[in-house]
């Protein structure tokens, strides 16, 4: 077994060049690969710990101090991946029996939800695309395509909490007879249901008696076609439309996107007292779990709603 006093640079750099040229690795990846080896076999050696003999306990202390250091597991991942394959590469060469690091996961990224828009911002943004509609000319009929359309889409998206991906793609059949609830296929192909209130609803009997006058959209199969009349519309234009809305009530651009507005629907539908089970059927999660991370339901939330409602809490035991 090789001693750590034996371990130079030139041996570090060697083996560092074996899994650079089996992984087809760059030179700067090269570079980075060498900062994290040298960063953790300087930290082993502060602690008076053999590089080489380093155990599984000893790397998971490693590991707990760079989390306490606020390291991104996009950067824990990262020095994973090189000591992994740096360890890997030493057992092959003989310089030790076991790779340490063979127990180890991925650390699970942080998943950056969006901020949901206030009630208020989104009832701003719902008052100024009815204003633009009803202050067009009659005759410009682009102008009201565009703002009938952009409206019809924000309360949409507002009032079923759907994704953009199964709205542009709706088929314009499941409108002939427009109910409050409607069957999509969400992802996976899995279908459910989405819930219409009054106003979306209005809006989309609007938006079909428009379409209809409109030629180059009268063979097209979807309720929002592209504005050349063939295939559906992008999302681009829905985030170009939204965006140019959001912009004229002198709000950043940046602020409104369908993903938020979805996000919103469901933070206001928590808010005002919906279940999660309810949540969960209305946007399309598989587990509960994704619902609870997507609305940042608190766990103090969750106690409490069983507090009020589990039926042993209404029963005196004393």
């Not at 994290?36 to 306990?57: G, M, Q």
């Not at 000591?83 to 996961?105: A, W």
């Not at 000319?137 to 952009?150: D, G, I, V």
């Not at 459910?192 to 180059?216: G, P, Q, T, Y």
């Amino acid at each position: 077994m090789t001693n750590i006093n034996e371990l130079k640079l030139e041996l570090i750099d060697r083996i560092i060049g074996i899994v650079c040229l089996e992984k087809g690795l760059s030179k700067n990846t090269r570079i980075a690969y060498m900062n994290d080896i040298s960063f953790v076999f300087e930290w082993f050696t502060n602690k008076n710990i053999n590089c080489l003999s380093a155990n599984e306990k000893n790397f998971r202390e490693l590991f707990s101090f760079l989390q306490s250091k606020n390291y991104q597991p996009s950067s824990l991942n990262r020095k994973l991946s090189s000591l992994k394959q740096f360890y890997d590469v030493l057992r092959e060469e003989g310089h030790i029996k076991i790779n340490p690091l063979n127990n180890f996961e991925s650390f699970k990224k942080i998943k950056n939800l969006p901020k949901s828009l206030s009630e208020e911002y989104l009832s701003l943004l719902l008052t100024k695309a009815k204003k633009n509609l009803n202050h067009i000319e009659q005759n410009n009929s682009a102008k009201k395509t565009k703002y009938l359309r952009t409206l019809t889409i924000l309360e949409i998206l507002y009032s079923t909490g759907m994704r953009v991906s199964e709205l542009v793609s709706l088929p314009l059949s499941d409108f002939i007879r427009i109910n409050d609830l409607l069957q999509i296929k969400g992802k996976g192909g899995v279908y459910r249901h989405v819930a219409f209130n009054k106003e979306s609803k209005k809006m989309i009997e609007m938006w079909l008696l428009h379409r209809c006058s409109i030629e180059k959209f009268i063979n097209n199969k979807y309720i929002f076609p592209s504005n050349n009349g063939i295939g559906h519309i992008n999302r681009q234009y829905i985030y170009k439309d939204l965006s140019e809305l959001s912009k004229s009530i002198n709000m950043n651009r940046t602020h409104v996107s369908p993903h938020k507005i979805r996000h919103s629907f469901a933070t206001h539908m928590l808010n005002r007292g919906a279940d999660l089970r309810s949540l969960q059927k209305l946007l399309g999660h598989a587990d509960i779990s994704t619902t609870e991370i997507y609305t940042k339901v608190q766990s103090k939330r969750l106690s409490g709603l069983l507090n009020d409602i589990h039926p042993l809490n209404k029963i005196d035991l004393k």
